[in-house]
C-alpha cells in the first residue's frame, strides 16, 4: 500500500501570507495526487487533481506542484477563509489513501 | 448542481449492522463512479469503497473487506452500503463522494456525511 507523508502536521499564519504544503509518497504516483480542504464539521472538498489541475470554482492562489513522490500545495495569500485542514490523496492504485493532514491556523 | 444525500447512520452494537444510502442528483448518475469514504473523530479520511457505473465492478479496503458491500440502484440514482459485522473502529462519519474516473481519479463531489456508532 502506498503511503502519504505531509508536512508540516500544523503551521499558524497569517492573512496574506504565503504557504506550502508538502505531501511525500511510499512510492512513486506519477502525478495521481489530489489535494483537499476541510473546515470543521464540513465535507472534504476538492481543490487540485492530478497534482496541478485547480477544480472549478476554486481561488487562482491555490496551486498545486510536484510529480513522481514529492508534490506541493501553495496558498499565494492566505484569506480567512483558507483556514482549515488540508489533506493531500493518492489514486495511482487501490487503496487509495489520504495524508494525515495539515492544519492551516491563525497566527 | 452536484447533489449527494446521506442517511442511515445512527447507534449500533458491536456485531451488528447498518446500511447507508446516498441519494444523488444533479448529475447523470449512471456515467460516474461512485465511493464511499469515512472518517473517525480527528482523524484523516479513509476510502472504504468504490463501485463502477453499471455496478460491474467493486473495490474495497482490506479493513471491510468481507463486512460491507457496496452497491447502486442506477434507476433510483442511489447508492448504498451494507456495513456487516460492525466493530468499534468502523465509529466514523461515512461519506458518499462522486468518483471521476477517466485516467485521473479523484473524489470531486461530497455529501454532507452520516455518522455511525459502534458502541455497547
Known amino acids: 500500500d502506498i503511503q502519504l507523508t505531509q508536512s508540516p502536521s500544523s503551521l499558524s499564519a497569517s492573512v496574506g501570507d504565503r504557504v506550502t504544503i508538502t505531501c511525500r509518497a511510499s512510492?512513486?504516483?506519477?502525478?495521481?495526487l489530489n489535494w483537499y480542504q476541510q473546515r470543521p464539521g464540513k465535507a472534504p472538498k476538492l481543490l487540485i487533481y492530478g497534482a496541478t489541475s485547480l477544480h472549478s470554482a476554486v481561488p487562482s492562489r491555490f496551486r498545486g506542484s510536484g510529480s513522481g513522490t514529492e508534490f506541493t500545495l501553495t496558498i499565494s495569500s492566505l484569506q480567512f477563509e483558507d483556514f482549515a485542514t488540508y489533506y493531500c490523496?493518492?489514486?495511482?492504485?487501490?487503496?487509495?489513501?489520504f495524508g494525515q493532514g495539515t492544519n492551516v491556523e491563525i497566527k | 448542481e452536484v447533489q449527494l444525500v446521506e442517511s442511515g447512520g445512527g447507534l449500533v452494537q458491536p456485531g451488528g449492522s447498518l446500511r447507508l444510502s446516498c441519494e444523488a442528483s444533479?448529475?447523470?448518475?449512471?456515467?460516474?463512479?461512485m465511493s464511499w469514504v469515512r472518517q473517525a473523530p480527528g482523524k484523516a479520511p479513509e476510502w472504504v469503497a468504490n463501485i463502477y457505473r453499471d455496478g460491474s465492478e467493486e473495490y474495497y479496503a482490506d479493513s471491510v473487506k468481507g463486512r460491507f458491500t457496496i452497491s447502486r440502484d442506477n434507476g433510483n440514482n442511489v447508492v448504498y452500503l451494507q456495513m456487516n459485522s460492525l466493530r468499534a473502529e468502523d465509529t466514523a462519519t461515512y461519506y458518499c463522494a462522486r468518483l471521476w474516473g477517466e485516467l485521473l481519479h479523484y473524489f470531486d463531489y461530497w455529501g454532507q456525511g452520516t455518522l455511525v456508532s459502534v458502541s455497547s
Open positions: 444533479g448529475f447523470t448518475f449512471s456515467e460516474y463512479w
Open positions: 512510492q512513486t504516483i506519477v502525478k495521481y
Open positions: 490523496q493518492q489514486s495511482s492504485r487501490v487503496p487509495y489513501s
